[in-house]
């Protein structure tokens, strides 16, 4: 039987591809939380590649040999496309990566240090301020204009529960600073790979297509596009997979 693996964004938890999953009840679905995020406050990591082994180990015990899937989002999205296309782990099972409203890499050096020194910033202040305060600024970034007071609000009560010197770490282990740019190897390995955008999401919408990458858009929804619009987005993935079904057989 298919396995579907969920992998959630920097600040959230497996929890959230619950509504997802509910939508999905002909598929095993399974959602890991990432390192230093859930219940995974001790995981031992320091850069993309520890990441990708420690998701490894929990693919391992949690899949056995069975066919799977990976689907993340954000930073969960980019951490699928390091564990499918570069890490040093056996991908036999794997059989395509879906990432929502992610980056797939920088192109200059410029654009790296100019990431990294914006990262090395929140990573300072989520771990030297409370989360509610670093939060509050956090979710008033580009990307999440479309959302609205009362959204932003909701989201500052779900994520304020994170510990801060933690999501610190990852921010720098994980930075889009120290990520390889994999828009040539998704056009070019054999691996399938598919990328979802919610329609309000103008940068990653743009930058997609800017880069010619083809994806699936989800309607109703902004940079969160499965927490936005759970059934659409579990209704496309759902017929992406029945498509990628009757190609393989």
């Excluded at 082994?53 to 066919?67: M, Y």
């Excluded at 036999?92 to 409203?101: D, H, I, N, P, S």
Aim: charged letters at 25%.
């Amino acid at each position: 039987m298919l396995t579907l693996v969920f992998l959630h964004g920097l600040l959230g938890s497996k929890t959230d591809w619950q509504k997802v999953i509910e939508n999905l009840p002909h598929f095993r679905c399974i959602s890991i939380d990432l390192p230093l995020h859930g219940a995974e406050q001790n995981a031992n990591i320091s850069d993309f590649e520890s990441s990708a082994q420690f998701l490894a180990k929990k693919i391992r015990c949690l899949v056995g040999k069975e066919p799977y899937i990976l689907i993340g989002y954000s930073l969960g999205g980019r951490l699928a496309l390091y564990y499918a296309y570069q890490a040093k782990i056996d991908r036999t099972q794997l059989k395509a990566v879906v990432a929502e409203g992610a980056n797939l890499g920088l192109d200059s050096v410029e654009e790296r240090l100019t990431r990294w020194l914006h990262d090395q910033k929140w990573a300072m202040r989520f771990s030297n301020e409370t989360m509610e305060n670093v939060l509050s600024d956090w979710y008033q970034q580009p990307i999440f204009n479309h959302l609205s007071e009362t959204e932003r609000r909701l989201l500052i009560l779900k994520r304020k529960h994170n510990r801060g010197s933690h999501i610190g770490r990852m921010l720098m282990a994980t930075s889009l600073a120290r990520q390889p740019n994999f828009y040539s190897k998704v056009r070019s390995d054999s691996l399938p790979f598919f990328y979802f955008c919610g329609e309000r999401d103008r940068k990653f919408c743009t930058l997609a297509r800017k880069k010619g990458l083809p994806f699936t858009l989800i309607e109703q929804a902004g940079h969160n596009a499965h927490l936005e619009n759970p059934l659409l987005f579990a209704q496309k993935l759902d017929a992406l997979i029945a498509d990628l079904t009757e190609y393989q057989v």
